[in-house]
């Protein structure tokens, strides 16, 4: 399978704890995104990266999440100090590299905080 | 802000019937288009997108038409299949590369 992959799938985890996923976009995919997903809505804009530079965070990442992506391939989200309002699907997507290419998503990784 | 939203949030089709899947937008600088489909624990499929200079492009068995005068798209689908039970997002770009999505609408297939 050479589609987007993500890990873990699931997390749960207790308030107050930090978590990590990771993303493996398409190989030679320049741009990667990340997206965060509540019950009965539409994906939300993170952040997104061109090869190993951020170029772009929405106001929704605060200073508790930090996203790396050192090599340019693979990319990590942390969220530190985890809060019940981050229970979440996030969601990783990637394309080419040029502005307005398909994103490609992949399956999410789907995050509960109790 | 302005975001792209939808009429429905559900809709039940007959197996074998046409699904017409509407949704409006507000920005009008919005130059790019595009039709996700998303299965339950599944990330978004893309379907089908469409840029602003155009307003009708055809896919396999999937039609996006664009009217841009009252900011409307449009998601056709033909001889409707189970398969095609999911939620479908529209989603719009205004020239970078932030997508913003709707709230979605659910296909529901009768047999």
């Known amino acids: 399978d050479t589609g987007v992959s993500q890990n873990p799938r699931h997390k749960i985890t207790k308030r107050g704890q930090n978590v990590t996923f990771r993303c493996d976009p398409i190989?030679?995919?320049?741009?990667l995104y990340w997206y965060r997903q509540t019950l009965g809505q539409g994906p939300e804009f993170l952040t997104y990266?061109?090869?190993?530079?951020?170029?772009?965070k929405s106001r929704l990442l605060s200073d508790r999440f930090s996203a790396e992506r050192p090599k340019g391939s693979f990319s990590t989200l942390e969220i530190q100090r985890t809060e019940q309002g981050d229970s979440a699907m996030y969601l990783c997507?990637?394309?080419?590299?040029?502005?307005?290419?398909?994103?490609?998503f992949g399956p999410g990784t789907r995050l509960l905080v109790l | 802000g302005e975001n792209v939203g939808l009429h429905l949030p559900t809709l039940s089709v007959q197996e074998g019937d046409n699904s017409i899947i509407n949704c409006a937008y507000s920005?009008?600088?919005?130059?790019?288009f595009i039709w996700y489909k998303q299965e339950s624990g599944k990330g978004p499929q893309f379907i089908i997108d469409?840029?602003?200079?155009?307003d009708k492009r055809q896919g396999q068995r999937v039609t996006v038409l664009l009217n841009k005068t009252v900011k409307h798209l449009s998601l056709q689908i033909a001889a409707t299949q189970p398969g095609d039970s999911a939620v479908y997002f529209c989603?719009?770009?205004?020239?970078?590369?932030?997508?913003?999505f709707g709230k979605g609408t659910r296909l529901h297939i009768l047999p």
């Open positions: 997507a990637s394309s080419q590299g040029q502005v307005q290419e398909t994103q490609y």
């Open positions: 920005n009008s600088a919005s130059d790019y």
């Open positions: 469409i840029r602003s200079n155009m």
């Open positions: 190989s030679e995919h320049n741009r």
């Open positions: 990266f061109q090869n190993e530079a951020q170029l772009e």
């Open positions: 989603a719009e770009n205004f020239g970078d590369d932030k997508i913003i």
